[in-house]
């Protein structure tokens, strides 16, 4: 399942370093995550970096893009291809 940044974001930028897929970027008003970029870390580490960081838990997952395990790794297997 693809993370998402909700509207409690100070904009701190922590988050954006952290991402290995590069998924985080500036949205209007709060940072956002790209679904087709984030694989919650799964391929690089055990758990998603950015959650870690965040000074406010603004970063959850995001239903609208549940995803299994396996759909992560082959999405981690294909940003890797690119």
Known sequence: MALKIIDTCINCDACIAEC???AISEGDTIYVIAADRCTEC???F???QCI????VD????DPAHAETPAQL?????RLQAA
């Open 20 to 22: 290995p897929n590069d």
């Open 42 to 44: 799964v391929g690089h």
């Open 46 to 48: 055990d758990d998603p």
């Open 52 to 55: 870690g960081v965040c000074p």
């Open 58 to 61: 603004c970063i959850v997952k």
């Open 73 to 77: 790794q082959a999405k981690f297997e």
